[in-house]
C-alpha cells in the first residue's frame, strides 16, 4: 500500500512546492535557461536517469550536475559551444505529491511530459517520465537540493541539450 504523507507540510508550503514546479517548466518553455540555475541550492544534484538504470540500481546517468556552479556551466556550454537542433520545449507537469518531509527536505513525486517543435512547427513527444526531488526551503522559498529525471526510455529522440 502506498503511504501518502500530504499532512506532512502545510498547505501553504504545497503550493509553494507546486509553483516551484510550474515555473521551473515556465522558465525553460520561455528559453530562460540563464535562470534555470537559480530553481537550485548551491550543493544541489541534477540527474537525468533512464528508469531501466534506476530500477536495477545502476547509477549511471544520462546527464548529472552536482552544484549549481555546473548548472550553470551546462547554460554556458549550451549558448556557447554545443550545437544542437534549435527546437521549442513546453514541459507539462502532474501529480505532483508529497511523499513525506524529513530532516532532509521535502521530498516530491510528479510526472512530466515534454514536447519538442521544431522549427518547421511539427510537434512530438521527446520525453515523459517523473520527476523525483528533495525540496528544501531557503527562508519561505522552496529550492531544489535534488532533481531526478527519470526517463520511462533509455532512448531520447534527438540530443538532450536543454534541461528537462
Known sequence: MIEVSADSVSGEDYHKIVALQY???RCIADNLLEEWPNFFVDDCLYQVLPRENKEQGF???IMMCDSKGMLQDRVKSLRDANIYNIHYPLHQISNIEILERDAAGVHVRSNYSCYQTN????TSVYSVGQYR???VFEGEQP??????VILDSYNVPNLLAVPL
Open 23 to 25: 515555473a521551473y517548466a
Open 59 to 61: 547509477p549511471l546517468a
Open 119 to 122: 522549427q518547421d512547427g511539427e
Open 133 to 135: 526531488d528533495l525540496v
Open 143 to 148: 529550492k531544489f537540493k535534488e532533481k531526478l
